[in-house]
């Protein structure tokens, strides 16, 4: 059974451009999390998402950010126009139902840095 | 909101018994969750207490005291392997019961 894949692994790019994250959760999973991370800080949750709903984005920048976990195919979180300060560890996680939410199953994160 | 305490580094050597602690401030509480982080790799879930006591597995143990608003990791036979970061997670009523984590614990085992 694979566990949750993010890709790509590493982005790099350039101020103003457009950063697409793409998280596949473990099979029979249908609940999705986004989290970013700084050096030396702990995770700071972004996006709850089931399929096809969002279920809780308080914790996503109203602007340039967005999420999406389409019936079929991968979730995938959007930064728009793109900045420095986005740079970070971006983790995906995702758990079988929302009442298993204390376990979440991590992927390995997708690096983005902003030059 | 949500706030957790945690210390920002632990040392200790091999075969040793280290406790990371953790308190915390929620408006409600469900549970307290720990996870495993090697060098900014996947966290990786270890334990989680909804209720007051002592959960065991293998060399992790971890406790909570909901009265107290405190748990605490505590890691036994330590190996040069468990070094890495710790973070405990709050997961507090209201909302859609997401965790809160704390900025973590960066334990250092020496030989």
């Known amino acids: 059974n694979a566990g949750v894949m993010q890709n790509p692994r590493h982005l790099v790019r350039r101020r103003g451009q457009e950063a697409r994250l793409r998280c596949s959760p473990m099979k029979g999973h249908s609940h999705v999390y986004w989290y970013r991370q700084l050096p030396e800080e702990g995770l700071k949750f972004m996006v709850y998402?089931?399929?096809?709903?969002?279920?809780?984005e308080s914790g996503m920048p109203k602007e340039r950010f967005s999420a999406e976990f389409p019936k079929e195919g991968p979730s995938i979180l959007r930064i728009q126009q793109v900045v420095r300060g986005d740079s970070a560890a971006y983790f995906c996680?995702?758990?079988?139902?929302?009442?298993?939410?204390?376990?979440?199953?991590f992927g390995p994160g997708t690096r983005l840095l902003v030059l | 909101g949500q706030s957790l305490e945690q210390p920002s580094e632990v040392t200790a050597v091999e075969g040793a018994i280290v406790q990371i602690n953790c308190t915390y401030q929620?408006?409600?509480?469900?549970?307290l969750s720990w996870y495993q982080q090697h060098d900014g790799g996947a966290p990786t879930f270890l334990s989680y207490n909804a209720l007051d006591g002592l959960e065991e597995t293998g060399r992790f143990s971890s406790f909570l005291s909901r009265s107290d608003s405190y748990g605490y990791l505590l890691l036994q036979e330590l190996q040069m392997k468990d070094s890495a970061s710790y973070f405990c997670?709050?997961?507090?009523?209201?909302?859609?019961?997401?965790?809160?984590f704390g900025r973590g614990t960066s334990l250092i085992v020496h030989p």
């Open positions: 998402l089931q399929k096809e709903n969002i279920i809780d």
């Open positions: 997670a709050v997961i507090g009523a209201g909302g859609s019961y997401i965790p809160t």
């Open positions: 996680a995702s758990s079988p139902s929302r009442q298993g939410q204390e376990t979440q199953y």
């Open positions: 929620t408006s409600g509480f469900y549970g």
